[in-house]
């Protein structure tokens, strides 16, 4: 187990094209930390740079306290599990564990104790004299896992491991991995373009986009208070609803109009729009998630001052859900509504917005109104 502290890191290739924007982050011994984003943002670059196999442009890497950038990728202490699994075809199960054990010239007895070791903590066993060829995905990503855990590695990297994997695997091996850190204790940097996996894995999350750094938060901090409108939309199944919305100010109340429809903002949001110079008449991107809209009668009769009405488009049934596709004053949103739901497509239905949920982004900047960050330490220092 390891602390890292990544300070102004960057990758410019040749090219003059900069892959990575002054990147901080300051990782604690043991915490498990995610690199999300889409594809090209930059998160498997910086974990290149982390492992040795990127060059450093500028910035400092250092791993407890030494500073590592021109260290070989050997002498870093650092395993990195890839996307690909990466096993030796011709070497079997124990074999492939043993081989950075071997080039590392450790005596047989201390060699033989850490596989077994990692061979009953991934529930390896019974396959130890199996080649790759005749394991399952899952049980070669576990494989993979395993010859870099032998290792006793300062930082594990994960490099998205389960892109490879059926939705049923990646979900029991989310748990493996869960599990695997809950037991090691180990310092994990762990890449994927998944939200979910992100969401479920990390202590802390990075989503990152085109070089840069957007927020670093807990999971729940990111979800319910994301700082722009790419966060808001990245994190979340079925994504956040965007709409444009006029400030609308009527006898000291502040709205949120959508078309004919008027959403009443709770006192500290409209409050929070005057303290930073919004005023009547102004356009502001309204932002709420699908949870947090219904056409429940006992809901709509709560939310009298927060309804909007469209036309329903498309229907799905998930079982424990229902996405209902609106289209409300020309923008299509989604709604996770109850299953007893009587909407159907070509219905027109009232939905009720929980305004306490609502986030607001300015138009230009795309920047969450209602959410403060601290410049120096990145962290939330207002919400409302």
Do not use: W
């Amino acid at each position: 187990m390891s602390e890292l502290n990544l300070k102004h890191i960057k990758k410019i290739y040749p090219n003059g094209y900069e892959a990575v924007q002054d990147f901080n982050l300051d990782i604690k011994d043991g915490e498990f930390v995610i690199f999300v984003g889409p594809s090209g943002c930059g998160k498997s670059t910086t974990l290149r740079m982390v492992a040795g196999l990127e060059e450093i442009t500028s910035g400092d890497l250092v791993i407890d306290g030494k500073r590592v950038n021109d260290l070989d990728p050997k002498d870093r202490d650092i395993a990195m599990v890839f996307q690909s699994y990466a096993l030796y075809p011709h070497m079997t199960v124990r074999e492939n564990m043993e081989f950075p054990l071997k080039i590392a010239k450790l005596p047989k007895d201390e060699i033989n104790a850490r596989v077994a070791e990692a061979a009953k903590t991934l529930g390896l066993e019974s396959l130890l004299d199996r080649k790759p060829k005749a394991l399952s995905g899952g049980q070669r990503q576990r494989v993979a896992m395993g010859r870099a855990i032998v290792r006793h590695p300062k930082v594990l990297l994960m490099d998205e491991p389960l892109s490879n994997l059926d939705a049923k695997l990646r979900g029991q091996m989310r748990v493996e991995i869960s599990r695997l850190h809950e037991k090691l204790g180990s310092t994990i940097i762990y890449v994927t373009h998944d939200q979910t996996e992100a969401m479920t894995l990390g202590d802390r999350i990075v989503v990152m986009s085109n070089g840069e750094v957007q927020q670093i938060d807990t999971p729940n901090n990111l979800y319910k208070y994301p700082v722009n409108k790419f966060v808001a939309g990245f994190i979340g199944s079925p994504q956040m609803n965007f709409m444009d919305a006029t400030i609308t100010e009527k006898e000291d109340k502040v709205y949120l109009t959508l078309g004919n429809d008027h959403i009443l903002l709770p006192a500290a949001k409209a409050a929070r729009l005057k303290q930073k110079g919004y005023t009547d008449g102004q356009v502001v991107t309204l932002g709420i998630r699908p949870e947090n809209l219904s056409d429940q009668p006992e809901d709509l009769e709560k939310a009298k001052d927060a309804l909007a009405s469209g036309k329903v488009e498309v229907y799905e049934m998930l079982g424990s859900t229902c996405n209902l596709y609106v289209n409300c004053n020309g923008v299509q949103i989604t709604a996770a509504v109850d299953p007893s739901t009587t909407a159907r497509v070509g219905d027109t239905i009232q939905l009720a917005f929980n305004t306490e949920y609502i986030q607001i982004f300015d138009k230009e900047t795309e920047n969450n109104i209602l959410v403060d960050v601290d410049p120096t330490t990145g962290q939330l220092v207002f919400n409302a």
